[in-house]
């Protein structure tokens, strides 16, 4: 696996990739790989003739207070597991080469930006999308590919390829969980033993909204009032949102019919987890 440092580099790979005929798939990280990093590279592998990472824990969408100085590093470990995979090419530029000196161009998606985490950590979707927007501009994939655990970002996503007229597919990959259900982030490092378990509440409680769901509720206040009532009644966690809304809007619906995302966002000590379902 080659690992490339700056812009002008890897254009000139991708864009070699890109002559040869190859069908250049993507998967952008910030790194602290585990498996749900690496079931986007095997999607990727199988849908694209050769796959391209990167590594990058961007300043720009951590808010003052949060976690960027703690965020979990393990370049070494994830370079072996990507070359493992059978991944191409890496980049993994420092934060002077994706945004030098004098760069003052940021891309805010309006509206969906500021609903969910966007509400939460006002300037996150914002940080998001510039960085994201600049590796697309970089890599010139054929298909880019993220998580369904971050839902909100894959809505905001796809709002800003639909506005900037990107030419690459955005694919949506299902969440990947441990056995006993909680879905996986690098975040859940973080956690003490007593905490992992308190952060169960969150697949638990969207189970049992599920069940509900098939059981025929549909009104989201219900449902909503069933969440709140088992996430406020944890120890250890508290809640920053539980919603029902349109995937691709984020914006609230009244019923939870097909299609509709319930995600919720709470944090579990000092660290913040999200989770979501859609309503098959």
Known sequence: MQVVKSVAEMQDICRKLRRGGEALGFVPTMGALHEGHLSLIRRARAECQVVAASIFVNPLQFAPGEDFAQYPRTFEEDCRQLDTEGV??????????????GAVTLVTVSGIGDRLDGASRPGHFTGVATVVAKLFHVVAPARAYFGQKDA?????????????NFDLELVGCEIVRDRDGLALSSRNKYLSGKERDQALVLSRTLNQMKQSISSRERQSAALLQLGKDALNGTEGVRLDYLAIVDSRTLLPVPSAEKGVLVAVAAYVGRTRLIDNFLIA
Not at 88 to 101: C, D, Q
Request: glycine fraction near 0%.
């Open 88 to 101: 191409a090419v890496l980049f993994a530029p420092e934060a002077e080469e994706m945004y030098p000196s």
């Open 152 to 164: 909100a970002q894959l809505a905001v996503l796809r709002q800003m390829v639909q506005d900037l």
